[in-house]
């Protein structure tokens, strides 16, 4: 079973040809192989196929195993991948997602795609749409109460459910507690993406927990969701850099009010998996 490592500032997955490869059970791959020191390690699994609505179709399945919406930084590496190994001649590419159709526009240099522009779509604010347990019209900028302590946030959905915090101090949180509890908190009844955002002179600086991954070097739809909080707040306008612990996304905002992020995509390395020893890691 052949695999590709690639990387988006950081955000890491594994991914797998269905032009290629029958991946039967993606769940337990995504779990077996994601495993850091055990095994390729990574934020989980991405497979690429065939399309009767797009280009192409991608999955993603995080490193718990279970199956995410979106991942910005993960689409942008599926540009990538589909040009530089010749399964398209375009530099405009749509790619079809749980969350919809997305466009890519690929920035090609001596043969191969150094960065890639998505449209990420328009914010979702509705809060039953995001999923959050809310009967209010929105949720910006509004107290959580999280272990008994208040967590001014913003709850927005750019695919995936986000909760936006801004604060300070970003690097002296304690995550690997924090973040659980914002994942699993009742008021998310499908889990919940943590960013936690300060701002800083030229820009925005975050860090986030994924639910499924934990903390991860960077999210696309994260960046996403913190671009569009932060235009609501007034710390940004239509254009804005966001740095995250694995590198910096640019972000805009088109007049008909979708989110367009531009970042870099990497490929790390290839190499093969024998099936049989999926079962000994496992």
Known sequence: MRFTKMQGIGNDYIYFNEFEEKISDPFTLSKVVSARRFSIGGDGIVLIGPSEKADFRMRIFNADGSEARMCGNAIRCVGKYVYDRGLTNKTAVTVETLSGVKTLTLTVENGAVTLVRVDMGAPVLDPKLIPMNCDAESFINKPLNV????????????????????????????????????????????????????????????????????????????????????????????????????????????????????????????????????????
């Not at 998310?188 to 903390?215: A, I, K, Q």
Request: proline share 4%.
């Open 147 to 282: 272990d008994g302590k208040e967590y001014n946030g913003t709850a927005v959905s750019m695919g995936n459910p986000h909760f936006v915090v801004f604060t300070k101090g970003v690097d002296a949180l304690d995550l690997e507690r924090l973040g659980p509890r914002f994942e699993n908190h009742p008021a998310f009844p499908d889990r919940v993406n943590t960013e936690f955002v300060e701002r800083e002179e030229d820009g925005l600086y975050m860090r986030v927990w994924e639910r499924g991954s934990g903390e991860t070097f960077a999210c696309g739809t994260g960046a996403s969701a913190v671009f569009a909080a932060a235009r609501l707040l007034g710390y940004c306008g239509d254009k804005c850099k966001i740095r995250l612990r694995g590198g910096v996304l640019h972000f805009d905002m088109s007049a008909d009010g979708h989110v367009f992020m531009t970042g870099p995509a990497e490929t790390v390395c290839d190499g093969e998996i024998d099936p049989s020893q999926l079962a000994k890691m496992n």
